[in-house]
């Protein structure tokens, strides 16, 4: 039987190509992709491989490691899962190594950024994704969203129903009520309110910009 830690994903002889094998897929579950300019995408790969051989495993190039491994598992590359809300809001990683699915040319968004905090407007859909009455779950972060469409506008409030936490998004629209799919209650979707007492779901606030739908969240 190996002694290997069985933690660890890749171990020395690790290639690019292995990296990326791994971690695209990965991130692409998470609405991430590699950055568009395959040469900085090739830098940063490189500075994670010198790091492997160092360390044995893949750290962020653009972090500090503490010497902690507990600590230093939220900084082992692909590290999305841990800073969604952050990554969200930057529409990259810290790195720049991967990007939002969204955006078109990463180049734009290489290198470290840090931490942002306040409102950002994360992009959730384009316009003629939805028709008048549709529902779409969306994710930002941990929050899960019902985003619908009434009457052409957009609305965003939280996905899980006061009752018993029917998901939403996949329930049915009436002008601007959304029913949960589970038992029926309804909740206006301009305020999150239901006929039932303190059961008010939060909503968020929706921008519409050049054709595209942003839901602004607090990071
Ligand atoms: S910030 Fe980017 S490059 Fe750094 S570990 Fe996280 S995902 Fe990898
Ligand atoms: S879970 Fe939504 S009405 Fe029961």
Known sequence: MSDAPVRRRFFAGTTEDDLKEFMVPFVARLGYRLNTDSGFVDAVLSSELEILAETGDVYCPCRIRTGDPKADVAIICPCI???????AALRKCWCGLFIRTDVEDGSSLEGVIEETSGPVDVRVAAVGDLVDG????VKIGKR?????????EFFALSDLCRHAFGPLSQGFMEGYHLACPWHGWRYDVRDGSTDHPDSVVRTYPVVVRDGEVFITVEV
């Open 81 to 87: 899962p841990f800073h969604l809300d952050e990554f």
């Open 134 to 137: 549709q529902a779409r779950h």
């Open 144 to 152: 899960d969203i019902a985003l619908v469409r009434a009457a052409g």
